[in-house]
C-alpha cells in the first residue's frame, strides 16, 4: 500500500517539517549556495519546491511550497511518492538510488549532493512529525 | 477451411473462410489441434508491432502433420508437432554461431509476412493474405517452413504442447539459456502472464531462491505461486517495484531480473532492481518506437548486465522435446498455465479476457 493516500496528507506533513527546519544549518546551507531544489513525485502527484534563493516573508533560510507543475528550480528529483518518503525518512542510499533509477535528477546534480551531509537532522524531524501525527 | 484474420490495426478478427495452397517442396501442411492466445499477437492487433496485412495470426500452435513436400525429411503425416515461430535457416552466421534465435532468414519471415522464398499460401476472396511469424495457426489448416515444425511424442497432448510452441520456451529459456540462474540465485519476475510463469516456474526448477513475482493484477498472486513464486508483489500498490525487491534480497538487489510485459517503466525497473553486476533479461517484447533510459554511470559503476531474450535464446529442436519431456516427468506444469480454452468462433472474446487479465494462458481448440 502507498505510504501517502493523497498529495495533501504528504504536503501537511512536509509543512511541518519546512517550518522546523527552515532556520537549519541545512536551509542556511542552501540559501549560502542560492539554490531551488525540486522534488517531483508521482502517486500522488505533485511538487515541492525549496527555494534557498528569493527572499522570505518571515527571513528564514529558505521556503517550501508545493505545485502541480514544475516551476523553474536549480535542479530537480523525480520519483515516486513512496521513494520520496524513503528520501525524508532517511532510509534512502541516494547515490545508489539514482543509479538505479528510483530517482531520477536533472539540473545542477553536483551543488545539490554537496548537501547531502547536512540532511540527517531533517531526517529526525520528518520522522518525529509523521510519530506525531501517528502515521508510523 | 475457417481462420482469423486481421485485416487492419484495431479492428477484432474476422472468421472467415479462407484458401490454402499445398505445401512447397520444403513446407509442411499441419492441421491445427491447438493454439496460444498470446500478448504478441494482440501487440499486432493493436498495430504496435507492423507487420503485412491482412495475416492470419497465431504463433504458438500445435497440430498434426497432414501432407510434406517433395524435400522434406524430418517429419511425415501424422506425426504430432509443435510450430516454432523462428524455423532458422541452419546455415547463416547466427545459425552457425549457435544463436538459431537471431537466425536472419527467420527475421525476414517475421518482417516479410512470407514464408520463405517469398512464398504465399494463403488466399481468401480478396486477394492474398501474408502469414505471421511463419506460422499463421489461428486456421484449421496451416502451411509452415518444415524448419518451423518440431515432432514430439504423441501421448502429448496436443492443447497443451501448443503452449510449447512460444510461452513456456520463451520463459524457460530465459532463465536457462539467457540467464544461466544457478541454485540460491535469487530473481525477481515482473509480469505473470503465459510467459512470466513459465520464468518462475523455469527459476524454480533451477533452484532459484527467493522467487519475487510482481505483477498489476493482484489475483495473479495464486498463480504465481502456484508455479513456484515465493512472494508476491502487487503492483497496482506501488509504482515503486524496486525496494521490495532490495528488501527481500538482505538490501542488495536480485541476482537476475526478468521484465516479461515490454513497458518501459518496468524495464527501467528491472535494470534498478538488479544487485551490482547482476543481470537484467528483457523478454517483454515492446513497441519498436518505445525507448527506455538509464543511468549512464551505473554501467560502469555497478557493472550490471542488461540483455534481451527472443524466443529464450533457445534451439527449438533441442528445446521443445526437452521442454516437453519435464512436463511427462512432472517436473514442470502445462497443465494449470491453459485456464480458459475457446473455439476460434470466440477468438475475439479470448483477446477481451487475455487483455483484462483474467485468463493464465488462453487457448483456441479446434
Known amino acids: ?136 | 477451411m475457417q481462420a482469423a484474420v486481421l485485416v487492419d490495426a484495431n479492428e477484432a478478427l474476422q472468421i472467415v473462410d479462407v484458401n490454402l495452397d499445398k505445401p512447397g517442396p520444403k513446407e509442411v501442411l499441419v492441421k491445427m489441434a491447438a493454439a496460444g492466445v498470446c500478448h504478441s499477437d494482440w501487440h499486432v492487433m493493436q498495430g504496435d508491432l507492423p507487420v503485412p496485412l491482412p495475416a492470419i495470426l497465431g504463433h504458438e500452435g500445435a497440430g498434426i502433420v497432414q501432407e510434406v513436400g517433395a524435400e522434406v525429411v524430418g517429419v511425415k503425416p501424422g506425426d504430432h508437432v509443435v510450430l516454432s515461430w523462428i524455423p532458422s535457416c541452419g546455415h547463416c552466421f547466427y545459425c552457425l554461431k549457435g544463436r538459431p534465435d537471431m537466425c536472419d532468414e527467420a527475421f525476414n519471415i517475421q518482417l516479410s509476412g512470407s514464408l520463405p522464398g517469398h512464398a504465399m499460401r494463403l488466399h481468401w476472396a480478396q486477394g492474398p493474405l501474408y502469414h505471421y511469424l511463419g506460422t499463421s495457426c489461428f486456421a484449421e489448416n496451416t502451411v509452415v517452413p518444415d524448419t518451423g515444425v518440431i515432432p514430439i511424442d504423441a501421448a502429448i497432448p496436443l492443447n497443451k504442447a501448443a503452449l510449447v510452441g512460444c510461452a513456456v520456451t520463451t520463459g524457460f529459456g530465459a532463465v536457462v539459456h539467457s540467464a544461466q540462474v544457478g541454485p540460491g540465485d535469487s530473481v525477481s519476475v515482473i509480469g505473470c502472464g503465459g510467459v512470466g510463469l513459465n520464468v518462475i516456474q523455469a527459476a524454480k526448477l533451477a533452484g532459484a531462491d527467493p522467487i519475487i513475482a510482481m505483477d498489476a493484477n493482484g489475483k495473479k498472486r495464486g498463480l504465481a505461486e502456484k508455479f513456484g513464486a515465493t512472494d508476491f508483489v502487487d503492483a497496482a500498490e506501488t509504482d515503486d517495484l524496486i525496494t521490495p525487491v532490495i528488501d527481500l534480497t538482505k538490501g542488495r538487489g536480485a541476482d537476475f531480473a526478468f521484465e516479461v510485459i515490454g513497458r518501459k517503466e518496468t524495464i527501467e525497473a528491472a535494470y534498478g532492481m538488479v544487485r551490482k553486476a547482476g543481470m537484467a533479461v528483457i523478454v517483454g517484447v515492446a513497441p519498436p518506437h518505445m525507448d527506455v533510459s538509464f543511468n549512464a554511470f551505473s554501467f560502469p559503476s555497478q557493472s550490471k548486465i542488461l540483455t534481451g531474450s527472443w524466443y529464450g535464446q533457445s534451439i527449438p529442436r533441442l528445446d521443445i522435446p526437452r521442454i516437453l519431456g519435464l512436463y511427462q516427468r512432472g517436473k514442470l506444469n502445462l497443465d494449470d498455465l491453459v485456464t480458459q480454452s475457446y473455439s476460434l468462433e470466440h477468438i475475439n472474446d479470448a483477446f477481451h479476457e487475455l487483455t483484462e487479465g483474467t485468463v493464465g494462458r488462453g487457448i483456441i481448440e479446434f
Do not use: C
Not at chain 1, 511541518?16 to 517531483?40: G, I, Y
Not at chain 1, 502517486?43 to 519546491?49: A, E, G, K, W, Y
Open chain 1, 1 to 136: 500500500m502507498a505510504t501517502y493516500q493523497s498529495a495533501e496528507e504528504f504536503i501537511e506533513v512536509l509543512s511541518e517539517v519546512a517550518d522546523q527546519v527552515k532556520n537549519s544549518p541545512a536551509a542556511k546551507s542552501l540559501q549560502e549556495a542560492s539554490l531551488v531544489v525540486a522534488f517531483v513525485y508521482r502517486h500522488p502527484d505533485f511538487v515541492v519546491l525549496m527555494d534557498g534563493r528569493s527572499p522570505t516573508h518571515d527571513g528564514s533560510y529558505m521556503s517550501m511550497t508545493f505545485h502541480q507543475d514544475l516551476p523553474e528550480a536549480d535542479v530537480s528529483f523525480e520519483s515516486s511518492a513512496d521513494v520520496g518518503h524513503q528520501f525524508w525518512s532517511g532510509h534512502m542510499d541516494i547515490p545508489n538510488a539514482l543509479a538505479r533509477g528510483q530517482v531520477k535528477a536533472k539540473g545542477a546534480i553536483t551543488k545539490a549532493l554537496k548537501l547531502i551531509p547536512l540532511l540527517p537532522p531533517l531526517y529526525d524531524v520528518y520522522n518525529q512529525v509523521r510519530q506525531k501525527r501517528g502515521l508510523n
